[in-house]
């Protein structure tokens, strides 16, 4: 319980650290208890993989309520637009989440593959060198098609949420049969946008898995 009580505060210092842009002295911090890199970058792209898992069911739950609206037949529109607002706003959060989460995995692995180049040059055994060299030849490929997965879904975010907040927007100041129809007419492209984004999210979370255990097993 002493150990655990003296080691929460200095991991939640090292994060302020992370957070703060001090990545030197939050590397620093995080491995004089044994979290090196290699153990953060893990760490992070599981936190990615959650975020994206997350968001997927977000937007298909946002995908529900503004689907059940074309279906509205009377009632309170501002009741509505308040309920679909709030699914827009978390399915906002939800995509910033995840760039976030994208933007440390990139910079840690970075980090990673940088501080492994540079120490092959500290092995005196060729043969040990070498080994060490083709790892880190698969290993950063393997990351590059992570990373490129992790980035080609969160490029299918951004016109998602641009129809939802044109819709919720429209719905705003038009609290009317018109609004409703906007919806409808807008509907079947948004449920082609969002499958679309959830199938890429989906390939992303997979190779998050695969690369989780290569680094893992290796």
């Known amino acids: 319980m002493f150990l ?37 970058l893990v760490s992070d792209v599981e936190k990615a993989r959650e975020s994206q898992e997350e968001a997927s ?11 059940a609206l074309t279906g509205f037949n009377g009632g309170d529109l501002q009741e509505v637009y308040e ?22 995995v990139e910079k840690v692995g970075n980090d990673l593959f940088e501080e ?7 092995y005196t055994s060729k043969k040990l060198r070498n080994e060490s060299r083709v790892k880190l030849s698969k290993t950063k ?8 997965a992790m980035r080609k879904a969160e490029k299918k975010i951004d016109p998602v949420l641009n129809v939802f907040h044109d819709q919720v927007l429209f719905l705003k100041h038009n609290l009317n049969a018109q609004a409703v129809a ?6 079947g492209g ?11 999210m989906q390939k ?9 255990k290569e680094l893992k097993n290796s």
């Open 116 to 122: 492994w180049n540079t120490e092959l040059s500290q």
């Open 4 to 40: 655990k009580n003296r080691v929460l505060p200095v991991l939640a210092a090292a994060l302020v650290l992370g957070i703060c842009g001090c990545q030197s002295a939050y590397y620093k911090t995080m491995e004089s208890f044994g979290y090196h890199k290699r153990d953060i």
């Open 141 to 148: 490929s393997r990351f590059k098609r992570l990373l490129a």
């Open 83 to 104: 309920r679909l607002n709030d699914e827009y706003e978390e399915s906002a959060a939800a995509a910033g989440e995840v760039s976030r989460r994208i933007d440390a």
């Open 190 to 200: 948004l449920e082609t946008d969002i499958s679309r984004l959830i199938q890429d």
């Open 57 to 67: 069911e977000q937007f298909k739950s946002a995908l529900e309520k503004f689907s």
């Open 204 to 212: 992303s979370i997979d190779e998050a898995n695969a690369f989780i």
């Open 182 to 187: 906007s919806l409808k007419s807008e509907l």
